[in-house]
């Protein structure tokens, strides 16, 4: 099984997502969170481990490693600024907006990214 880009990442955001709401990640809140299969999750964390980007104790928690950490607290960052970036510009809900930032903050380059960032900044919506 071969985990995409957008498939590690959303990964890794949701594990930094649980860490912050609950303390910890568990493999059953992650596949509860992505709407996927236990399996998935296993296979997923798997190679997430084994490429240094989470800790995963035997039936245990689930951590970020610095590596983790870093990767995900930046696609965490991305998925805030778009989400902003639509409610402002567009006027889309919340809802609609995360939705869409959710599927934009993988694919979008770094220059879109950086022109949303001065954006924001220039309408005083970020730092």
């Given at each position: 099984?071969?985990?995409?880009?957008?498939?590690?990442?959303?990964?890794?955001?949701?594990?930094?997502?649980?860490?912050?709401?609950?303390?910890?990640?568990?493999?059953?809140?992650?596949?509860?969170?992505l709407?996927?299969?236990?399996?998935?999750?296993?296979?997923?964390?798997k190679?997430?481990?084994?490429?240094?980007?989470?800790?995963?104790?035997?039936?245990g928690?689930?951590?970020?490693?610095?590596?983790?950490?870093?990767?995900?607290?930046?696609v965490?960052?991305?998925?805030?600024?778009?989400?902003?970036?639509?409610?402002?510009?567009?006027?889309?809900?919340?809802?609609?907006a995360?939705?869409?930032?959710?599927?934009?903050?993988?694919?979008?380059?770094?220059?879109?990214?950086?022109?949303?960032?001065?954006?924001?900044?220039?309408?005083?919506?970020?730092?």
């Amino acid at each position: 099984l071969m985990v995409n880009k957008e498939s590690m990442e959303m990964y890794l955001e949701t594990i930094l997502l649980l860490e912050k709401s609950e303390g910890h990640a568990h493999g059953v809140d992650i596949s509860k969170k992505l709407g996927v299969s236990k399996a998935s999750v296993t296979k997923a964390t798997k190679l997430l481990k084994d490429d240094g980007y989470i800790i995963k104790e035997p039936y245990g928690t689930i951590t970020l490693t610095d590596k983790g950490r870093t990767l995900s607290e930046e696609v965490y960052r991305k998925h805030k600024m778009i989400t902003l970036y639509l409610e402002d510009s567009l006027k889309v809900s919340n809802i609609i907006a995360a939705d869409n930032a959710c599927k934009l903050e993988h694919i979008l380059s770094e220059d879109i990214i950086d022109a949303i960032e001065a954006y924001l900044i220039k309408r005083g919506l970020y730092e």
